[in-house]
């Protein structure tokens, strides 16, 4: 199946600077979504990109996708220690078709 | 945003025993809700799809038996963990998406639970 593979696995910054985590993928897709999730709670959906978008902006958050390289970036600009969470990128989901995750990048910022 | 309402958040129990796991979708019908299982500082597993009226389809290794999945309304799946042993504690948590064409997915809060 499908799976998204980030990296890093962990990342600590601090308070203002910028986070880049990266995401690869193994086949083609038709989406790709990244999420957050906060310790111990559930997962908040963040951003998705289609497979003929390059780059998408969201307030803070910058997604960008190659999908010759089958890999993504997600840029956090201007961090905040409320930034603090693990991300994960999912690959293709619609109607009945479960997202498969990948590992995760858990970031710490630093205030 | 649609909101998915899972229930409890936190629960103990001993070996041996059974527990349910509720997951509610507040303000829409989830014809399909997905079952998934976290380790500590992993990534989410997918466990299994919830269909509303049908059986539920599981994931290669996960034991049907064992976690028992039932869809009876578009509003509500329930995912029961039967005899219980501490290799099930974990964080169960399940998501759907609404009936409006969203590709993306609505979680619950998950569920801790320990088995004792």
């Known amino acids: 199946s499908q799976q998204g593979e980030e990296d890093p696995q962990a990342l600590s910054i601090q308070e203002g600077e910028n986070a880049t985590m990266n995401c690869s993928y193994k086949t083609s897709i038709n989406n790709l979504q990244w999420y957050r999730q906060n310790s111990g709670r559930g997962l908040v959906h963040l951003i998705l990109?289609?497979?003929?978008?390059r780059e998408k902006h969201s307030g803070r958050l910058r997604v960008t996708l190659d999908t010759s390289k089958k890999s993504s970036s997600l840029l956090i600009t201007a961090s905040r220690a409320a930034d603090t969470a693990s991300y994960f990128c999912a690959t293709d989901g619609s109607g009945n078709t479960p997202l498969v995750f990948g590992k995760g990048t858990r970031l710490s910022v630093i205030a | 945003g649609a909101v998915v309402s899972q229930h409890p958040s936190r629960v103990i129990c001993k070996s041996g025993t059974s527990v349910k796991i509720e997951c509610r979708s507040l303000?829409?019908?989830?014809?399909?809700m997905f079952w998934y299982r976290q380790f500590p500082k992993q990534s989410l597993m997918l466990m299994a799809t919830s269909n509303e009226g049908s059986k539920a389809t599981y994931e290669q290794g996960v034991e049907k038996d064992k976690f028992l999945i039932n869809h009876a309304s578009l509003t509500l799946s329930t995912l029961t963990v039967t005899s219980a042993h501490p290799e099930d504690s974990s964080f169960y948590i399940c998501s759907a998406r609404t009936d409006r064409g969203d590709e993306k997915l609505f979680f619950g809060s998950g569920t801790q639970l320990s088995v004792l």
């Open positions: 303000d829409f019908q989830a014809t399909t």
């Open positions: 990109i289609r497979s003929n978008e």
